[in-house]
């Protein structure tokens, strides 16, 4: 209405100074240019005194960027200014934002930083509304935890502060166990790693403890004694026992009666005289044996040799010397099967047995490696040895009860009974 009634004067002033000039053209008392000037000239007066009177209002929005309260007194912005505060504002958010993906990168809840609040707050509604299982259509949406106000002293009004016992007993414990399990798991792949290692090095080299202890350790058990398996109760001979023992004589039976003596003090075992089973165990009187076997004193002394040193899986048979299965041989078990009135199954293994004893595997490849090795059996291999007879011994109980008490020696004469020699052709073809 006012702009209306200004052009409305603004026309009538016109108007009015249309029709002075007018006249004073008719009359010709002044000069049209200085009239003109004139009028013009009051038209910008007014038009002035009419602008400074009125004075258009300006809008500010400079308390849309400060953190404190209006108080009545305001800035005024232009364009350029406002522009500036915008950018920077904008500015600030993405470096806040950006600050927040870095923590959540880890995969953990930041609870220490200075939003922490609204993070447990946002958690809090999450977990009741699983709890109810249906969600409020009417309240809003949980917003992105990024987005959300960074609280400070002038906008905590925004929502009320909570603390880390208003996530629930269930929260608290979630985390907790979260955490006890990664510590758990991290301990637990160290300790196996560590153990699987040591188990390789006692596999591999029979490494223990115990060889690093002074000789004067006032511990009474032996350095093998935690290597050998429970106590058991191991398989006893009943009867008699068929042994050939090398020539007692022979370098051969030195070296491995040496070295039976020798394991046996290291280890604490049995003591036992080196021999060679031929079978065992007879459940058959003394004199009955020994006319039964009395036609194999007609054999002739033969030689046999020691090829390899290895272990074994029974008591008696710990870590023993392989002895090759020759024709003698053979020929020797076939024909006291045959004379005993028993069944020959052909699964004979001769052998030499070097010690006695329940070990682990680990202990077994260590006395292995120090007959091989300390005692230098790997340069005597193969280890020839005569056997010139047979040898019953009583086999009850423990070795140091066990006793010889019979021989059959074998002919040393060159001539041979022919039946015998009849008999062993027939077996040869």
């Not at 008699?240 to 604490?268: C, F, G, H, W």
């Not at 109980?397 to 022919?418: L, M, Q, Y």
Request: proline fraction near 4%.
């Amino acid at each position: 209405m006012d702009n209306n009634d200004s052009n409305k004067n603004y026309n009538n002033d016109s108007s009015i100074k249309c029709n002075e000039i007018e006249n004073l053209k008719n009359n010709n008392s002044v000069n049209p240019k200085e009239n003109y000037d004139h009028i013009f000239m009051e038209n910008e007066n007014t038009e002035q005194t009419k602008n400074t009177t009125e004075i258009p209002k300006k809008e500010n929005y400079d308390y849309l960027f400060s953190e404190e309260k209006l108080k009545g007194g305001y800035q005024e912005l232009n364009k350029e200014e406002m522009m500036k505060k915008i950018k920077q504002k904008i500015k600030e958010i993405k470096e806040q934002e950006s600050e927040i993906h870095k923590k959540f990168k880890n995969g953990y809840i930041p609870l220490n930083n200075l939003n922490k609040n609204a993070y447990l707050k946002n958690f809090y509604h999450n977990t009741q509304k699983n709890k109810v299982g249906t969600v409020n259509n009417n309240t809003p949406s949980s917003k992105d935890p990024h987005q959300d106000k960074i609280p400070t002293k002038d906008n905590s009004d925004a929502y009320s502060y909570l603390n880390e016992e208003d996530i629930g007993y269930m929260g608290r414990f979630a985390l907790k166990l979260d955490k006890f399990l990664k510590y758990f798991i991290q301990i637990l792949n160290v300790l196996l790693g560590a153990s699987f290692f040591i188990a390789a090095i006692f596999y591999f080299t029979g490494v223990h403890f115990d060889a690093f202890k002074s000789s004067n350790s006032s511990n009474s058990w032996p350095s093998s004694r935690k290597y050998r398996k429970p106590p058991i109760h191991h398989f006893e001979f009943k009867g008699y026992s068929l042994l050939m023992t090398p020539d007692r004589t022979s370098n051969a039976y030195k070296i491995l009666n040496q070295t039976v003596t020798d394991l046996s003090r290291e280890y604490k075992t049995e003591l036992f005289e080196p021999h060679l089973t031929l079978y065992a165990p007879i459940d058959i009187p003394l004199e009955d044996l020994k006319r039964k076997l009395n036609s194999l004193s007609m054999m002739e002394p033969f030689e046999l040799k020691m090829t390899n040193i290895t272990t074994g899986n029974k008591y008696y048979q710990c870590v023993l010397g392989k002895v090759e299965l020759t024709h003698d041989l053979e020929y020797i078990y076939g024909r006291t099967m045959e004379l005993l009135g028993l069944e020959n199954k052909n699964d004979y293994f001769p052998h030499i047995s070097l010690i006695y004893g329940d070990f682990h595997t680990i202990m077994k490849r260590r006395i292995l490696n120090e007959v091989l090795h300390e005692k230098k059996f790997i340069y005597l291999l193969p280890l020839k040895f005569t056997i010139s007879q047979i040898e019953i011994w009583k086999t009850e109980g423990e070795t140091k009860t066990w006793k010889c008490h019979d021989t059959i020696p074998f002919n040393t004469n060159e001539s041979e009974d022919e039946d015998e020699m009849i008999y062993r052709d027939i077996n040869k073809i």
